[in-house]
């Protein structure tokens, strides 16, 4: 098995429906990352304005490389910057968080920035809204099966951020427990509305038969965000079958949709593991039943 890594450089547009005020920026990555044998490498992140003047740049080292299929997420922490359009803020010493989709039709990704007031969770990230129009960033899983996508995205950046919704129910296998898995969730948001306006519910039932045992909760969804074939949702579980400690928590969920297939990976908030508005791990459970629809 190949060591996982993620490597490249790639640039990009700002989207003006997500950022009106940085409208056709260009954004420039590279990343050198590798996860074993401990977590390494670097990450330089440049955004020029449209006049070709320097709004920010900084880099870092790479504290954290998770990824399956073609999709992972690089966490680092700055270490040097020039930003000076906000000469007040701090930004070395700040976690960020970068979401890769290696796909066929072009790199896509999404980012978390610390500086910027976002939390960030170790292994979770946003979802890869922004696509590159060149790259070439190879993201290598070590042989982690997870999402891939054949299909072509078509389209340009609209001038509204289109309404996003996520319907369906998906069973399968948890890789985690071994144990079988379904997901019924029913979410959206209206275009040009924030992700946090997200209304919908969801519900889990696991049954591992090794241990007879059988568990399920559901709750409300209050964000919804989509870039691509992916989606985040979070919110909170409001009753559990048999685990009342469950209830209040809150929940992310993590569903790829190329098309066909669907990968699904979910996380209840804890220390080790902080749930945060609309970010969340890589998918990483495949679906063999059902299919939960991803549009956005």
């Not at 070395?92 to 990704?109: C, H, I, L, S, Y």
């Not at 809204?129 to 999402?147: C, T, Y």
């Not at 870039?227 to 992310?252: E, F, P, W, Y």
């Not at 990968?263 to 220390?271: C, N, P």
Request: hydrophobic residues 35%.
């Amino acid at each position: 098995m190949s060591a996982v890594s993620v490597t490249g450089q790639g640039s990009g547009n700002l989207p003006g429906d997500l950022f009106p005020q940085w409208a056709g920026d260009p954004i420039d990555f590279t990343v050198n990352a590798q996860a074993t044998p401990d977590p390494s490498g670097t990450f330089e992140v440049t955004h020029r304005r449209a006049d070709g003047s320097l709004y920010t740049e900084f880099s870092g080292t790479v504290v954290s490389v998770t990824a399956a299929g073609r999709m992972a997420v690089v966490n680092g922490v700055i270490t040097a910057a020039d930003d000076p359009a906000n000469p007040g803020l701090t930004l070395v010493g700040a976690k960020v968080a970068m979401t890769f989709d290696d796909r066929p039709d072009g790199t896509r990704v999404g980012f978390v920035w610390g500086f910027a007031g976002q939390p960030v969770a170790e292994g979770q990230g946003a979802v890869p809204f922004f696509p590159l129009s060149s790259s070439s960033v190879v993201v290598n899983s070590g042989g982690q099966a997870g999402p891939t996508s054949g299909r072509t995205l078509t389209g340009g950046q609209p001038s509204q951020v289109p309404a996003r919704q996520l319907s369906g129910t998906v069973t399968g296998v948890d890789p985690a427990t071994g144990g079988y898995y379904t997901l019924t969730a029913d979410a959206g948001v209206a275009a040009g509305a924030a992700t946090t306006t997200a209304q919908g519910t969801f519900t889990y039932s696991l049954y591992q038969p090794d241990l007879a045992k059988s568990t399920s909760y559901s709750g409300t969804i209050s964000c919804l965000d989509v870039g691509g074939d992916d989606a985040v949702v979070t919110g909170q579980i409001t009753a559990s079958s048999d685990n009342g400690t469950l209830v209040g928590k809150r929940v992310a969920w993590s569903v790829y949709d190329n098309g066909t297939d669907n990968w699904v990976s979910g996380l209840i908030d804890s220390a080790a593991t902080p749930v945060h508005a609309c970010q969340g791990p890589i998918p990483v459970g495949l679906g063999t039943g059902g299919h939960i629809a991803v549009t956005g």
